[in-house]
């Protein structure tokens, strides 16, 4: 497991509505979703858990489903105590792809509905930060309406490694897996999440995407 903690500075530009993004309907464009349109699937639910196979040692996963491209995939997110500062925020995260593209570089993203301090631009219905609809992910409203737009999906950094993303180079049989930490330099309360895994490319042509979900309490 990677464990790494970043500055408040630094932690801040993932999460504040700081840059721009393509509002395309293009799944596979970079930091870009549209509202999906088959079932991705729920956590908790067997018929919908993450990858099929070694079944429980899937358990707990949010199914990732394949938007663009073969394969399928899950992703477990849990709040773990902070590494250094107790209180602040910092969570566990585990990546699992199957059937892929082969010998391929992916990188997992979310869609986090949360304010780094001082917290939400006045106006904002922080409302819909819990209520299970996930519209940054959706690049709906209050989202799309902030200026500047902020990006809607983030890659996950590699704090471990000082770098600005969390890898995964699948084998030969387009499997892969990610076991890192998160870590920033503020607490954050409950909050609404999509996550999805995307080709480490320009012109990605393999997404896998969950459902909407909200991140408990630790």
């Given amino acids: 497991m990677r464990i790494a903690t970043f500055s408040i500075g630094l932690a801040a530009v993932a999460l504040l509505p700081t840059g721009c993004t393509d509002r395309g309907t293009n799944p596979a464009a970079p930091n870009t979703t549209r509202s999906p349109s088959f079932d991705l699937g729920h956590e908790g639910n067997a018929d919908n858990r993450g990858p099929r196979e ?15 491209g073969p394969g ?12 250094t500062n107790p209180g602040n925020f910092s969570v566990h995260i585990e990546i699992r792809i199957r059937n892929v593209k082969p010998y391929t570089a992916y990188v997992g993203q979310r869609a986090a509905e949360a304010f780094a301090p001082p917290g939400a631009p006045t106006g904002f219905d ?48 387009g499997n892969g897996a990610a076991d890192f930490v998160v870590a920033f330099g503020f607490p954050l309360p409950l909050f609404d999440v999509m996550f999805r895994v995307i080709e480490n490319s320009p012109a990605p042509t393999s997404v896998m995407m969950g459902a909407c979900t909200i991140l408990p309490l630790p």
């Fill in 54 to 68: 070694g079944d429980d040692d899937d358990r707990g996963f949010l199914r990732l489903a394949s938007v663009v």
């Fill in 72 to 83: 399928q995939g899950g992703i477990r997110a849990t709040r773990i105590p902070h590494p």
């Fill in 126 to 173: 922080i409302t819909t930060i819990a209520d299970g609809s996930c519209q940054r992910g959706l690049a709906i409203a209050p989202w799309s309406t902030l200026v500047p737009p902020p990006p809607t999906f983030v890659t996950f950094p590699d704090q471990a490694h000082g770098l600005p993303a969390v890898v995964i180079t699948t084998d030969g049989d």
